[in-house]
């Protein structure tokens, strides 16, 4: 009803088609005890075709009962009249917000009466909710989402024991994360470009990294396409689109945003995908991508990775709003919370939300749910500040790759046997890669001063000089597996 | 900040009509070049080439122009960008080649840059600009811990390389604390960023353009008290100057001064003023802090035996000192007085006081004097 008066009103209006004003809505009680979603629904934009530019929601619709009188009276020319009541009600444009009135001394709540929900579509074993609108998924895909989980897994467990055995200097796991590694990378396309944190080896996995190129990687060998520049998990490979991660936290965010705004020029069929943890949602990098992508209109993903700790720091020291997901609104970005131990809801979460990305050109922004089972690296030691109750409750209960494997033995797609057998084949292969990448010699010495520049500039050459000659002299200082001739 | 970055701005539109005494304080530090540089311009740019007077910011805005018409995957973008920015380095860009292109960004440096380095790994010119020098400590991370390492770190896998990043440095005037820091020696010690900042528009439209060409990324400090005061004439077509190759504005036989930027005005009255005593100095312009060209110092400091350098920015610490060392290491036996350094006290940079904390020519001049009298 309320919607064809506007519409009318639209029509009658002295308004050009495309001009944009306001109009509110009188029944929505704007800061009722209801708090931010009601408030956040208590204004809509509308343009001169009808349509709401910022809420689509029927409900909003049936909300309206009242447009502006005094404000369409006033853009049409009309002189103005007495204080009524509908002053309230009246457009205001100040140049940083355009809205209405209130004689309410209310503040907005600072957080919702009810926490944002969390999409999932199986419960925690495996069985699909009854209402859920399961993605399309046949068994092929299926088996392979949950074969990568398992190799994942298994890298894990024999890379972590590698480092306990000395082997690597350092790791870490990417437990309880299983399925955000994976499921999430089986709903983007290869030419997405990622921009990812230190805990989504999974998704190179998925792109075709081979278990011989992580232990490469991990060893720093001659093979390393990192030359054995960065500590362990520091991946990165242009030809899979994934960008070398580097170890301050966040800094890929508005580089996502950049990178992402370069697909826009293009008219690339991609978007940028940014991986995150809870704790990089603090730093400014965060808060600046995010206005960066909504002002740009740039086709970007964010993927947070709410995992409850950061290092030691639990979420109640990290933030005070409901999570991450209540920030998107902050900045006009598209939000949703995911369960992030349900592998399903994230790859029907990621490809809905790619493609929003890459049609629309806008950012969307995911919190997936999720826990980290592993301490935060090889150098943590997490029952310091955390019980192990509470990590076996995630382990045994809400583990993400039991669950996926539930729903797809329930659709008889996997069963006892082909689990024995991928658990025992991952196994070898882990080892066996590992075994290959730790005989490798290690990259030859050069290393050291290449890539500093596109070119090495002769004050570094004359260093690699300087250096050489302090090898000849006191051999007994270096490294024997590191070639230097 | 912005707002004060505002009235500064509105302030340096204002500076040809400010009082007569403060114009001419002005146009003693910075009056133009000697021929013997321009000679040097001109003929490495040959005689022929066609030439327009301009100022410093116009040719800063005709190098952006140049950049974004020959390569269509260039971007240029900063705060207050879109309207030709608060030194209207970006005018009628927007105009020229479109609101995708040349466009304004959030009150946001660390967001600038990294943005930029994501839009420059995707192979595309990525030109930012910082509105003040004096800001860009909030995308210090960005610049050092990624767009420095960025190659380096993946093997050369990605690059960041099309990237500048754009700043007004230097004293103004009356800048104060906030719109007059010379921060380039935090970044000369960052391997994988090279530094260059031009002393007048010639210098600026050709080393600007080679920036924004480099393959690396490059910082690129503008000399903002010139942005207006500095005219000269500029080549109309598209060149470019050499990085890491410093020029030799002035030869000379007792002393070799070293700098960079505005201060190469005023070191360059001191060389005159100490010529009319029969003291011969040769001026060096940098051009490019690193990687530097300590060839052309060296060969230099070899032929004179003394050495003077000069900058703004805080004396400990600053570029200078490196130059210094370096020097020392390289020319000890050569020398025949200590390395001189005249730069700014180590105090933030003071309002009021500015005049004082100055590295001016009568200082230099005097440390000239010292050298050759040792």
């Not at chain 2, 008290?225 to 109309?236: D, I, K, Q, T």
Request: aromatic share 10%; net charge negative.
């Amino acid at each position: 009803m309320a919607s064809s008066a506007v519409r009318a009103l639209m029509k009658n209006s002295t308004l050009k088609r495309g001009a944009t004003f306001i109009t509110s809505i009188t029944e929505a009680r704007p800061y009722s005890q209801h708090g931010v979603r009601e408030f956040s629904c208590g204004y809509a934009l509308w343009n001169a075709s009808g349509r709401s530019s910022t809420f689509e929601s029927e409900d909003l619709l049936r909300n309206l009962s009242k447009v502006v009188p005094p404000a369409t009276r006033r853009l049409s020319g009309e002189p103005e009249k007495a204080f009524t009541d509908d002053e309230d009600s009246e457009v205001l444009d100040y140049p940083g917000a355009k809205t209405t009135f209130t004689h309410e001394l209310k503040f907005i709540p600072e957080n919702a009466a009810e926490p944002v929900p969390c999409y999932r579509l199986l419960n925690d074993f495996g069985q699909p909710l009854p209402w859920a609108q399961l993605p399309q998924m046949d068994a092929e895909l299926a088996r392979k989402i949950y074969s990568h989980m398992v190799s994942l897994q298994t890298m894990d467990l024999i890379f972590y024991e590698a480092q306990r055995q000395g082997r690597f200097s350092f790791y870490m796991t990417t437990h309880g994360e299983e399925a955000i590694n994976i499921a999430t990378a089986a709903a983007l396309s290869p030419e997405d470009v990622l921009f990812t944190q230190y805990r989504e080896p999974g998704i190179l996995m998925w792109r075709g990294f081979s278990l011989e190129s992580f232990a490469n990687q991990c060893f720093g060998n001659r093979d390393d396409l990192g030359k054995g520049r960065q500590m362990p998990v520091h991946y990165g490979s242009r030809e899979l689109n994934y960008f070398t991660i580097s170890s301050p936290i966040a800094t890929q965010l508005p580089q996502a945003v950049g990178a992402a705004y370069g697909l826009k020029m293009d008219n690339a069929d991609a978007c940028a995908v940014a991986y995150f943890g809870d704790g990089a949602s603090s730093e400014g990098d965060f808060h600046g991508a995010m206005n960066f992508a909504a002002i740009l209109e740039t086709p970007v993903v964010f993927i947070c990775r709410n995992n409850g700790w950061a290092i030691s720091t639990p979420t109640n020291d990290q933030f005070r709003s409901d999570g991450i997901v209540v920030k998107g609104r902050g900045y006009g970005i598209r939000s949703i919370r995911v369960d992030g131990m349900d592998a399903l809801a994230l790859y029907s979460v990621v490809k809905e939300a790619r493609r929003m990305a890459i049609e629309e050109s806008r950012p969307v922004l995911i919190e997936a749910l999720t826990y980290r089972v592993g301490h935060h690296s090889t150098s943590d030691d997490s029952s310091k500040y955390r019980n192990k109750a509470e990590i076996d409750h995630w382990k045994l209960v809400r583990d993400p790759v039991l669950r996926f494997r539930k729903w797809i033995e329930a659709h008889g797609w996997w069963d006892v046997d082909s689990e024995k057998k991928i658990r025992s084949e991952a196994r070898a292969a882990v080892i066996a890669a590992m075994n290959k990448a730790g005989r490798k010699e290690k990259p030859h010495l050069s290393a050291l001063f290449e890539d500093v520049y596109d070119s090495v500039p002769s004050h570094l050459k004359e260093q690699d000089s300087q250096l050489r000659e302090v090898i000849a002299r006191h051999p007994e200082d270096y490294p024997t597996d590191v070639p230097t001739q | 900040m912005r707002s004060i970055s505002r009235a500064l701005s509105s302030l340096q539109r204002c500076a040809r009509d400010c009082s007569r005494e403060q114009q001419e304080s002005l146009s003693c530090v910075v009056r133009p070049f000697s021929s013997h540089a321009m000679t040097e311009t001109k003929s490495s740019q040959g005689d022929d080439v066609p030439k327009k007077s301009m100022n410093l910011f116009s040719a800063v805005n005709q190098a952006l122009n140049i950049a974004l018409e020959t390569d269509p995957r260039s971007y240029v973008f900063g705060e207050d960008v879109g309207f030709g920015g608060v030194f209207r380095c970006t005018t009628n860009l927007a105009e020229t080649f479109g609101k995708h292109r040349i466009f304004n960004t959030p009150l946001c440096e660390q967001g600038i840059v990294g943005f930029a380095i994501g839009l420059a790994a995707m192979d595309n010119r990525a030109i930012a600009e910082i509105q003040f020098a004096d800001y860009i400590y909030p995308a210090f991370d960005q610049i050092v811990n990624e767009a420095a390492k960025f190659r380096y770190r993946s093997g050369n896998q990605f690059n960041c390389g099309g990237l500048t990043i754009r700043a007004p440095y230097g004293a103004v005037g009356h800048g104060g604390h906030y719109h007059s820091q010379s921060p380039e020696a935090f970044f000369c010690h960052v391997p994988g960023i090279k530094v260059v900042i031009p002393r007048s528009p010639s210098q600026a439209k050709g080393l600007l353009l080679a920036s924004i060409r480099d393959p690396n990324p490059v910082v690129f400090f503008e000399p903002k008290w010139l942005y207006r005061l500095s005219v000269e004439e500029v080549p109309e077509g598209d060149y470019m100057l050499p990085l890491s190759k410093a020029e030799v504005m002035r030869e000379g036989t007792d002393i070799t001064l070293v700098g960079w930027g505005a201060q190469l005005a005023v070191m360059e009255q001191a060389c005159i003023d100490a010529g009319k005593e029969g003291i011969s100095c040769e001026l060096i312009d940098l051009r490019t802090l690193i990687p530097w060209d300590r060839e052309t110092v060296v060969e230099s400091v070899n032929k004179t035996g003394r050495l003077l350098v000069s900058h703004e920015a805080p004396v400990t610490g600053g570029f200078g000192a490196e130059i210094s060392a370096s020097i020392v290491e390289r020319c000890f036996l050569r020398l025949e007085a200590p390395v001189a350094r005249v730069c700014g006290y180590d105090t933030p940079f003071p309002l009021v006081f500015e005049p004082f904390y100055m590295p001016t020519k009568n200082k230099i001049l005097d440390a000239i004097k010292a050298a050759v009298n040792y």
